[in-house]
């Protein structure tokens, strides 16, 4: 939880990971050159004062990720959004059983998001049957750009990932983070493009599609998608960092999207260990956008709160203190009744 002036803020980052980046866990050159391009994101778009040396960066391990994320960074609630990258890294990116562990021991601190790939075919259909029970999965991290032999990715309209996401919607495993934008190197950036979120948008009305990384630097097309859809979301991963290198430029960004997408339908996220969370929450209730942007409205408290944690909160179900609800409407994190969504969205 975050006060500033008065108002307390309900803190949910929407996507977390516990990676091992390590040289003794890189299959190859590209295990390396994708911590480093993750290094350079960090140092170049972080405060200097809260950059890390690169060893400590490669792997940090969960003591560091909860006091990163819980004691100093104001975070109630975290959300992991595992890589898997199992062709530049032996043990693969995100480290499941270290992420599965720690969730367990933390519990109503953390959610579990697994990932898939339906180039997997039917062992991979099946294996996701299996995580579904075993971690009680209510999200999943998609990463379409992944390279998995000769393929440098697949597309979500792909026969396969179709199957899958009916499995998902079967399995009550509702909101689909998927990271759309981007690109990392040795990844393809048109792999990454966020166009074929639009027909399965369209075509699983059951799910919740949260685009990570709205789309850039492709946000126009992002946000021409997620007006039409209403069940696209935007999470602000790597969008949100430039508020501090580049704040002019963060304004554009959350200005298009409370124009395109509106306030109920953004979320926080820090991107750790990509940035911590502290500085990013600290500088977002601070923030306003500059009065020369006419053409954006301003940011509000309401919008604050909502995109800082209740969007997340009312997406997964996460039990909010009433104290950090919305007062003007008693919102709450459950399960919303339509009615009651209708009276804050109007
Ligand atoms: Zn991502």
């Known amino acids: 939880m975050y006060e500033k002036n008065g108002e307390k803020y309900y803190v949910v980052d929407a996507h977390v990971a516990l990676w091992d980046g390590r040289e003794s866990n890189q299959k190859n050159i590209h ?5 480093d391009c993750f290094y350079d994101y960090h140092k170049n778009l972080s405060p200097e004062e809260v950059v890390w040396d690169y060893d400590a960066y490669t792997y940090y391990g969960g003591e560091r990720l909860m006091k990163d994320l819980f004691v100093d960074g104001y975070v ?10 199992g062709d530049f890294y032996e043990n693969g990116f995100g480290q499941t059983e ?31 049957r299996r995580d ?35 499995a998902c919607e079967e399995l009550g495993i509702t909101n689909i983070h998927i990271h759309k934008g981007p690109t990392i190197i040795p990844l393809d950036r048109d792999a990454f493009d966020v166009a074929d979120v639009d027909a399965v948008a369209t075509d699983f009305q059951g799910l919740n599609f949260v685009v990570e990384h709205c789309g850039l630097p492709r946000l126009e097309d992002f946000c021409w998608i997620a007006t039409q859809e209403t069940n696209v979301h935007a999470g602000l991963a790597v969008a949100i960092p430039f508020i501090h290198t580049r704040p002019r430029y963060f304004a554009q960004i959350i200005g298009e999207l409370l124009y395109w997408v509106g306030e109920d339908k953004i979320q926080f996220s820090s991107d750790y260990a990509l940035w911590t969370p502290k500085w990013l929450v600290e500088k977002f209730v601070d923030f306003q956008i500059p009065e020369a942007m006419t053409e954006y409205a301003p940011l509000t408290t309401t919008a604050k709160k909502k995109i800082l944690g209740l969007n997340a909160a009312k997406m997964y179900g996460l039990d909010v203190p009433e104290e950090l609800r919305l007062a ?18 109007s």
């Not at 295990?31 to 911590?35: D, H, L, N, S, V």
């Not at 109630?76 to 990258?85: G, K, N, V, W």
């Not at 440098?152 to 899958?164: A, I, N, S």
Request: proline fraction near 4%; hydrophobic fraction near 35%.
């Open 98 to 128: 270290e992420a599965w562990a720690l969730t367990q021991a933390n519990p109503g601190k953390l959610t579990y998001n697994h990932n898939f790939d339906p180039r997997n075919g039917q062992a991979g259909l099946d294996q996701l």
């Open 328 to 345: 003007d409407t008693g919102e709450v994190g459950l399960e919303v009744a339509a009615g009651a969504k209708e009276s804050v969205l």
């Open 76 to 85: 109630d609630h975290a959300i992991f959004q595992p890589a898997f990258l």
């Open 31 to 35: 295990g390396k050159q994708f911590i």
């Open 132 to 166: 579904a029970e075993r971690f009680g999965l209510k999200g999943v991290k998609l990463y379409t750009a992944e390279w998995r032999g000769d393929s440098r990715g697949y597309k979500l309209t792909d026969p396969w990932t179709y199957r899958y996401l009916e």
